[in-house]
């Protein structure tokens, strides 16, 4: 290997000009390239395999369904205004544009399914009638026996009031809700496309609220926007924004740490310039690659700046240590990059490869992970180990020899302290036992991506305290047939798994009976329309030629099957085609326990069992699992690889296992760490797992080789593991300041892992492997 560095740094210094600028051109045509061309998707069902029938068959249930595509819109300040107009302007300029499929009328049952509102009675429609048709059965035995009339009197008080309100909700007033108050209204309205066209839901969203602003000057109300399509809008609005953020915060911060730990202006720039070279053309790359990142990925560019200034600091403290030692010269940057390429080159290559086996696993989030990661490590030691050489050798003359910097001999004596030793080693151990308590106890509840200020959360929770809780869970048991529908809903009751349901059942008890039963609906229904007081009622109110109608359609259903394509045409939701064509029908349950509280997911999925689970939140804890098992499989696998890289490099077993099982320690204490502030270990922090073993080592391989040459090596080594960890700590600190939590949460983590391996690799594994301490060690000779 020291051939070939030799061979290479002659190479470019020798044509310093041709290499500088092909350099510069790549980066400024894949920056520009990265800059129009990547995208930010943040839709979860994007970190679905897209191979796998399960999650196909999953997705297609979810951009099918009514429940998938809803935005709800809320009218605010609408004390003394007509309700009336308001709602048809609204409800005229939404359909007029190319983005809104209808509004959805509240009397409709595809509307009521969305907002949970049939899930509510443990009875069934046909109770209800039955009750008023025992009414009619009841008879007086005297004059002065007043059941009969009280019982009557009281139904139809309960049947008329139903019967106003149904009437007054003809027209618009259908397509609203009003609060008891009368100071918030609440519309309802599907999209024309799925919500996973992110592009198509953005597109939607920002055109609305342009439109919505001639509704609220006219009216002078307020509008905001709240579901599924605004929290889609959102989130990946706020993954962008973090994106921008993030990255902007991680340059100012690593320009602070490098003017901090170098004081020399020169240096600063070159870093600087290197830096933004590298990071056009590790992004331009990675849009040609992917064209797209999903939430887990939002954050990859903090993460290659923090990662990739490493080999800055490494070449450019061996050049300053070399200028100190041999002289300014073209051999003194030639002398450093033969010392630092080997090292710098392990640790890249381990955290390369621990990424790019990240591509084998089934989830499109690890995947695109490890692409992204794995390429952008390599660009960004390419970039340097090549910019950098070229840099100071271009500017030879303008750099002197210095003295080492005082700081680093008080790093270098403090780190001799026996009781710091002693407290790492301790604080390590404790932490990481908290930390598997808290990977053991994995939760299935992660944070939002979006900001808890955000528009649709604020309006959510608005209508929520106006209206009580809209929009019930979206579980849905699905069955090929009544009777394991039945027998499926029975079960789940009975086990008080969940305590509401509306299906099929809801409308009549035994449809497959339907041909046997038909006479007798028939007759029940005629019945019905002919008791006399009643009749009255529903010529009234126009409702008499409905009954009528029934009675017709019931005369031509003989089979269920007649019945099924009746009730699909006015209740879609209640049936589902799988994607091998194979219909179900289904129930929206009510789960008795809160889904989204603590670790409730996981314990229902796993009460639920076997049985077919559809709907948002099945998809959510499918992904979740998929996530689990793909991390802890790349865990193992990177974990085999490193250990025979690294045992590559030393030809030493007990070396190799003890720097793999040290950054295991400090990745677990990170957990403990974070789960003792109250972050616990979710599917974005579960990834840190396999990402520290990349990264994890480089502190330790740097440190064991330079050990064999000398200790001037090694406190410069010492400054370049503090500085490069600072750095990258500052990138990964800048997800703190991030709008979605979800993102502050994976910077806690990530940062208190940097900080442990800067204690663990200076305090714990240098007084080990340093002979110069006292625990001796054979060293290797040149």
Not at 752 to 758: E, T
Request: hydrophobic share 45%; aromatic share 12%.
């Amino acid at each position: 290997m020291e051939k070939f560095s030799k061979k290479y740094v002659e190479f470019i210094l020798k044509n310093s000009n041709r290499v500088l600028l092909i350099l510069v051109i790549l980066s400024i045509l894949l920056g520009l390239y990265s800059l129009f061309g990547l995208k930010i998707n943040a839709d979860i069902t994007g970190l679905a395999p897209k191979d796998d029938p399960r999650f196909k068959d999953l997705v297609k249930y979810t951009n099918e369904k009514v429940t998938s595509n809803t935005l709800l819109v809320a009218i605010l300040n609408v004390e003394n205004k007509n309700f009336d107009a308001i709602a048809s302007d609204l409800k005229r300029l939404f359909e007029s544009t190319p983005y809104i499929h209808q509004a959805e009328a509240f009397d409709n049952p595809e509307t009521l399914v969305k907002y949970g509102m049939l899930s509510i009675s443990e009875g069934s429609i046909s109770e209800s009638l039955n009750y008023y048709q025992s009414l009619a059965k009841v008879e007086p035995r005297t004059l002065v026996d007043f059941r009969f009339w009280r019982n009557v009197g009281n139904a139809l008080y309960d049947l008329n009031n139903y019967l106003e309100e149904l009437v007054r909700k003809s027209g618009i007033k259908k397509y609203y809700l009003r609060s008891p108050n009368n100071d918030l209204l609440v519309m309802n309205f599907s999209i024309s496309k799925p919500m996973s066209d992110v592009k198509f839901v953005t597109e939607c969203v920002e055109n609305l609220k342009n439109e919505v602003k001639k509704i609220e000057k006219k009216y002078g109300v307020e509008i905001k926007f709240s579901g599924g399509v605004m929290g889609t809008y959102e989130a990946n609005k706020q993954a962008s924004k973090d994106f921008t953020i993030t990255s902007i915060i991680s340059i100012i911060g690593i320009v602070i740490v490098l003017i901090l730990g170098f004081g020399n202006l020169l240096e600063l720039i070159l870093l600087f310039v290197g830096l933004l070279m590298s990071m056009a053309i590790s992004l331009g790359v990675i849009a040609l690659l992917l064209r797209e990142l999903n939430i887990v990925t939002t954050f990859v560019n903090a993460m290659l700046l923090g990662l990739g200034i490493d080999y800055a600091m490494y070449i450019v403290t061996r050049i300053q240590e070399r200028f100190s030692v041999e002289g300014v010269s073209e051999k003194s940057i030639v002398d450093a990059f033969i010392e630092n390429f080997r090292p710098s080159f392990i640790s890249m290559l381990t955290t390369a490869i621990a990424f790019a086996i990240m591509v084998l696993s089934p989830s499109n989030a690890i995947k695109q992970m490890g692409i992204s990661v794995s390429v952008g490590i390599a660009i960004y030691f390419f970039t340097f180990n090549t910019f950098v050489p070229i840099a100071h050798y271009k500017l030879l003359n303008k750099f002197k020899r210095r003295e080492r910097e005082t700081y680093i001999r008080v790093v270098d004596f403090i780190r001799r302290s026996r009781i710091i030793y002693i407290f790492t080693i301790f604080a390590t151990i404790l932490f990481a036992l908290v930390g598997i308590y808290s990977v053991m106890n994995f939760s299935y509840t992660a944070s939002s991506l979006i900001s808890k200020n955000s528009e649709s959360q604020i309006t959510s929770e608005l209508i929520s305290e106006k209206f009580g809780a809209v929009g019930a869970s979206d579980v849905v048991i699905a069955e090929p047939d009544v009777q394991k529908l039945t027998m499926t809903l029975s079960k789940l009751k009975e086990k008080n798994i969940i305590n509401a349901d509306f299906s099929i059942l809801s409308f009549i008890q035994n449809p497959e009976k339907i041909a046997e039963e038909k006479s007798n609906i028939y007759v029940q229904v005629l019945q019905l329309t002919n008791i006399p007081i009643l009749e009255i009622i529903f010529k009234k109110y126009g409702l008499y030629e409905s009954f009528v109608s029934t009675v017709d359609v019931i005369k031509n259903i003989s089979t269920t099957q007649d019945l099924f394509n009746l009730m699909e045409k006015d209740i879609p939701s209640l049936f589902y085609k799988d994607i091998n064509g194979n219909r179900y029908l289904l129930a929206y349950v009510t789960p008795s326990i809160n889904i989204w509280e603590g670790n409730n997911i996981k314990k229902f999925f796993n009460s639920v069992g076997n049985y077919k689970v559809y709907g948002y939140t099945a998809l959510f804890y499918n992904i979740i699992e998929e996530l689990i098992n793909s991390t802890i499989w790349v865990f193992v696998l990177v974990f085999i690889v490193e250990l025979i890289i690294l045992y590559i490099d030393f030809k030493n077993f007990k070396r190799s296992i003890a720097i793999i099982v040290l950054t295991v320690l400090n990745t677990l204490s990170a957990f403990g760490i974070s789960y003792l502030v109250g972050i616990k270990t979710t599917f974005i922090t579960f990834i840190v797992l396999p990402i520290f073993l990349g990264i994890g080592v480089d502190s330790l391989v740097e440190i064991d080789h330079s050990i064999k040459f000398g200790r001037e090596s090694i406190i410069k080594t010492e400054k370049a593991i503090i500085m490069s960890i600072l750095t990258t700590v500052v990138s990964f600190a800048s997800f703190l300041i991030a709008g979605g939590q979800l993102l502050r949460e994976f910077g806690f983590v990530t940062s208190a892992g940097l900080l442990g391996a800067l204690f663990i690799s200076i305090f714990w594994y240098l007084n080990i492997v340093d002979p110069h301490f006292g625990f001796k060690r054979k060293v290797d000779k040149k």
